[in-house]
């Protein structure tokens, strides 16, 4: 008999599987003690140092694209001096802390504004070779460090001057909240910048001064370590298959003081799409690295929750002992007994009845068997009709052991440890919600204010005299800027100039009216506009139409849910997910946050964020557009809200685990039941169908075993009698014509 056919094996492969779900079940279900920090805190300390690492990396990009973008502009059109050209450059971007000129043959500084740039750092080999002006970290005198960004000026008739903005690499301005610290790392593990410290004299006592060294100390350490990962490659250092962040992201648990433990979260720069786009401050070898202190839970468990757990464990044992009996009892010893009593008449011992089974497919069998022992001249046997009891058949114990097990699995994975309203979620959750969506705001701001920034920089280029030249333009500022849809220059009558990309929209010039403005009520998404006056032509606009693809992508950030801009009156103008233009946000309470979000409180607009108890747990923020640029006051906020079962605390973690179990449990139903009626169940029922007719005298139909196993067997030794019933008949019309043929012959 094969090791893997009939009964036996999927008896003992649930035996087996029941055995190893109970002790799974007594290790998840029972003491299971709570983290010293929940898991769901510490990944959001990752995605919020993801979150710090894409806005660092688009600030720095944005600025070296920016210099090369206005130098290649320049470069093209007509000789500017240099002072001119700083003086532009410092009023239309806001965003170097020095700025000079130098001429390349001499060395001698043209112009000069903002932080001075020392020059030492400048040789051959910076200017020269496969890596000319790529942008480089300088250490000033004070210990800072700065990036270095260049650029050559060529006009004509002129000799070549090289322009050089300075950087700082410090922490994006964003609201880091309470207590927690951000740093940016080099790849030495070296902290160049950091924000959030408190500063010593701000400190009220000596314990406030030592915690804030022991969270500096705790800095350098989790900055060292961070800087050691993230030199891993971002292929290897994920697990296989797995997606997200483009770099290297990942937590860190420091020590503890004053019972608070530090946990970080660190992300290396990198592109938003590595593939397709690269980035210059990927290529800095920069990390960066989220600090927050975090109460210490309490990681004790009850006994009561290691008593529940053992008898979970003891009630599946005790139900999988009675299906595992049920199976033996009503399947395995009938059908064994089966294979016994046929291989016994198929050797020709018919001296004893066979032993029938009392109901079932066996009982048919066995019936069957006791019917041919007599046709093959057993003694007391009879070759008569079978009787006609209503015998039950092997679905009946299959269905039986099904319903013991889901008395187990049903309330396991259904009822115990359910969740509701009352769930705890830890504050920090509701409070990294609420920065980070701030800082999802702050990231659309700034990109509103840089498209806008484009087009006053674009717009000195064009000559809206010359609708041809000017029309070209826009085609190549188009190419260059993949966040438009449209760029148009509009005259002071409203009609369209010039034009590239799509469609123009109506654009109405107006002292009163924002030059960030959105329209396209009815539409199939909403329209929204950045204009810029064009210099020396009074009532001419340039305008450009933002893609809502752009402001989409800049939504999306795991771990946060839903997230979505809205206006004044909490209609969306887009999301992170599919949405219709200028639709109502689908909570109640959502509006009411925003407008709470949009009440002036001291300096301008704050940020709320908001736990919402109406049949689950849902976590929710509202961020308005604040700290400058033409975008701050347009009225716009930026809503996120998730459901907080999502989270990785322990209320939700044990009710995960249980309806594991009971999957896990279900699974095992229908692997070992489904695999007792394939291989038993049905070939038993085509057994007993064929040794009726066998009975009943249908000895033309050939037996052919489909299993090697006991029902297999069974059907053999049917074939052997069916053989034998043959040459017994044939054996017996021989004798019968012998004295015929002996009484006619003379």
Not at 80 to 100: A, H, I, M, N
Not at 133 to 139: G, H, I, S
Not at 514 to 535: D, H, N, Y
């Amino acid at each position: 008999m094969p090791l893997l056919g009939g009964i036996r094996p999927p008896i003992a492969v649930l035996c087996v599987l029941i055995l190893a779900l109970a002790g799974l079940t007594a290790k998840v279900l029972g003491p299971s003690g709570e983290p010293v920090v929940p898991k769901a805190v510490l990944s959001s300390q990752k995605h919020f140092a993801e979150d710090g690492a894409i806005a660092l990396r688009a600030s720095i990009d944005e600025r070296i694209t920016d210099l090369r973008r206005t130098v290649a502009a320049l470069n093209a059109g007509k000789p500017v001096e240099p002072e001119q050209v700083l003086s532009d450059l410092g009023r239309t971007y806001q965003k170097w802390t020095g700025t000079t000129i130098l001429d390349l043959k001499s060395g001698e500084v043209l112009a000069a504004r903002g932080e001075r740039i020392p020059l030492a750092w400048l040789d051959k080999e910076v200017l020269t070779g496969k890596h000319a002006l790529a942008p480089r970290m300088v250490r000033l005198e004070t210990g800072d460090v700065r990036l270095m960004t260049m650029a050559v000026l060529d006009f004509e008739d002129r000799p070549q001057q090289l322009l050089i903005a300075s950087n700082s690499l410090s922490v994006p301005a964003i609201n880091l909240g309470p207590f927690r610290t951000m740093a940016v790392v080099a790849q030495d593990g070296e902290v160049l910048a950091t924000a959030g410290f408190e500063q010593n004299e701000a400190l009220n006592s000596d314990q406030e001064r030592k915690e804030l060294t022991f969270l500096q100390k705790q800095m350098s350490r989790m900055a060292e370590q961070a800087a050691e990962h993230t030199a891993e490659h971002p292929v290897s250092a994920k697990e296989p298959g797995s997606r997200g962040y483009p770099g290297v992201s990942g937590t860190l648990l420091g020590d503890d003081y004053n019972g608070r433990v530090a946990t970080a979260g660190y992300a290396s720069l990198a592109s938003s799409d590595p593939e397709e786009k690269k980035s210059v401050a990927a290529g800095l070898g920069l990390t960066v690295v989220a600090m927050l202190p975090v109460v210490q839970q309490q990681g004790g468990v009850g006994p009561d929750r290691e008593l529940f757990g053992l008898i979970a464990a003891g009630a599946l044992v005790v139900l999988g002992l009675l299906a595992a009996a049920v199976l033996w009892v009503s399947v395995q010893r009938p059908l064994l007994r089966l294979f016994l009593e046929s291989r016994r008449l198929a050797r020709g011992d018919l001296t004893r009845p066979v032993s029938v089974p009392r109901w079932g497919e066996a009982a048919r069998v066995g019936t069957a068997l006791e019917r041919l022992r007599g046709q093959l001249g057993g003694p007391g046997g009879t070759d008569g009709a079978p009787g006609g009891k209503v015998r039950l058949g092997l679905r009946v114990p299959l269905a039986v052991t099904a319903v013991l097990l889901l008395l187990w699995c049903v309330p396991v994975g259904l009822l115990l440890n359910r969740t509701d309203g009352s769930v705890s979620v830890p504050a920090t959750m509701v409070n990294d919600q609420r920065d980070r969506t701030d800082l999802v705001a702050d990231r659309v701001r700034r990109a509103l204010n840089e498209a806008q920034a484009d087009l006053v920089s674009t717009s000195r280029l064009i000559d809206a005299g010359d609708p041809d030249a000017t029309a070209a333009r826009l085609k190549d500022a188009l190419r260059e800027h993949t966040r438009y849809q449209a760029l148009y220059v509009v005259d002071d009558t409203g009609e369209v100039v010039a034009r590239a990309g799509g469609d123009p929209h109506d654009w109405s010039d107006g002292k009163d009216l924002p030059l960030i403005r959105v329209s396209g009520k009815g539409e199939r998404k909403p329209v929204i506009q950045a204009g810029a006056p064009v210099p020396e032509h009074k009532g001419t606009t340039l305008v450009g139409e933002v893609r809502v693809e752009f402001l989409n992508s800049l939504l999306k950030r795991p771990g946060l849910g839903e997230v979505r801009v809205v206006n004044a009156d909490a209609e969306t103008l887009a999301a992170s997910g599919g949405f219709l233009a200028f639709e109502d946000l689908p909570n109640n309470a959502l509006p009411d946050l925003v407008r709470a979000g949009n009440v002036p409180v001291g300096a301008g607009p704050v940020e709320n964020g908001l736990l919402l108890r109406d049949g689950g747990v849902t976590v929710a923020a509202a961020a308005p557009f604040s700290g400058g640029g033409v975008a701050s006051d347009i009225g716009w906020t930026v809503v996120s809200w998730q459901d907080a079962e999502h989270f990785q605390i322990t209320p939700y973690e044990r009710e995960d685990r249980s309806v594991l179990a009971g999957l896990l449990g279900l699974a095992a139903i229908v692997v070992c039941l489904g695999w007792v009626y394939l291989v038993v169940a049905r070939p038993l029922r085509a057994l007993a169908a064929g040794a009726e007719k066998l009975a009943d005298g249908d000895l033309k139909t050939v037996h052919y075993p489909r299993y090697q196993d006991e029902v297999g067997a069974i059907v053999r030794s049917l074939e052997l009698i069916r053989q034998q019933l043959q040459a017994r008949r044939q054996n017996q019309a021989r004798r019968a014509a012998e004295p015929r043929l002996g009484a006619g012959g003379r």
